[in-house]
Every structure is written in C-alpha cells, then in structure tokens.
C-alpha cells in the first residue's frame, strides 16, 4: 500500500523569498513561513522551509513578500547533501505545488500549477475584493461563537 504525504500550512511568511534558477532553467523559489499554535504559556512557533518550482516560483517570487499571510500545500521532503567543507548536512522542507495568498488583494485567485497569472485582474477588482477580505476577517473575529 502506498502512504500519504500531505502538508497544508497557513502562516506567514517571515522574510522575503529568494528565486535562483535550477539546472533545467526553471525557477525554484523558497519561502520561509512561521505557524503560531497554544496561547498563553503554551504558545509555539514552528518555522518552515517552502520550496516552490516552476509556475508557482514564478508567482510566489512575483506576489509574496515578507509579511504576506499564505496558504500553502504540499509534501515533506528531506534532503541531504555535502557542505564544502565535507560534512553531511540534512534539511527538511515542504515542496508546495499550491499556494494562495489570504486577506490580500489578490486572495481570491488560487494559483496552482499552470493557473492564470494574478495581474490580469484590474485595480479596481483588487481594491474591492481586498475590502470584502477585509469585512470577512472583521466578522469572523468578532463571532466568538465560531465552533471550531
């Protein structure tokens, strides 16, 4: 039987991005994201390496900056490899394949794969739906009885 590996992270991203170019000519473009979980004395913050290629380099290079609150899926990977100065270093790394900016302009335009790119939608529409993102986020928050 094959197994599952899945990872579904919502955070927010902690420092700007950076893109290089792999050895195929495609983009590889890491994000660097933290997740808050627990309150009070029970609060953690768990940092995560995310690594897009291809289109969604392309758009997380494009439209995701430090500050910029993701959602993001993907898989786990571990990698392995040799620094210079010979010694094995590991990493572990969430390869994601889709991404989706929330309460931003652009949050309503899922990017996955080969999805449209996010600036053929006009100012105005940008401006209205980050207002309605805006007014969602506001009711959610003051709706304490949410049950979940």
């Given at each position: 039987?094959?197994?599952?590996?899945?990872?579904?992270?919502?955070?927010?991203?902690?420092?700007?991005?950076?893109?290089?170019?792999?050895?195929?000519?495609?983009?590889?473009?890491?994000?660097?994201?933290?997740?808050?979980?627990?309150?009070?004395?029970?609060?953690?913050?768990?940092?995560?390496?995310?690594?897009?290629?291809?289109?969604?380099?392309?758009?997380?290079?494009?439209?995701?900056?430090?500050?910029?609150?993701?959602?993001?899926?993907?898989?786990?990977?571990?990698r392995k490899w040799q620094a210079k100065?010979?010694?094995?270093?590991?990493?572990?790394?969430?390869?994601?394949?889709?991404?989706?900016?929330?309460?931003?302009?652009?949050?309503?335009?899922?990017?996955?794969?080969?999805?449209?790119?996010?600036?053929?939608?006009?100012?105005?529409?940008?401006?209205?739906?980050?207002?309605?993102?805006?007014?969602?986020?506001?009711?959610?928050?003051?709706?304490?009885?949410?049950?979940?």
């Amino acid at each position: 039987m094959k197994g599952v590996n899945k990872v579904i992270v919502l955070g927010r991203v902690w420092k700007e991005p950076t893109t290089r170019m792999a050895n195929n000519g495609n983009k590889v473009t890491q994000v660097d994201m933290v997740t808050e979980s627990g309150t009070g004395d029970y609060a953690k913050a768990d940092w995560h390496k995310v690594v897009f290629y291809g289109r969604p380099a392309e758009i997380a290079e494009q439209y995701v900056g430090k500050g910029t609150n993701l959602y993001v899926e993907g898989r786990i990977n571990y990698r392995k490899w040799q620094a210079k100065d010979g010694t094995d270093r590991y990493t572990t790394e969430i390869i994601g394949n889709i991404l989706q900016m929330v309460n931003s302009p652009d949050a309503y335009k899922e990017v996955e794969g080969g999805s449209e790119h996010k600036s053929n939608s006009s100012p105005q529409i940008r401006k209205e739906m980050s207002s309605l993102a805006d007014q969602v986020g506001e009711k959610i928050e003051a709706n304490d009885d949410v049950p979940f």
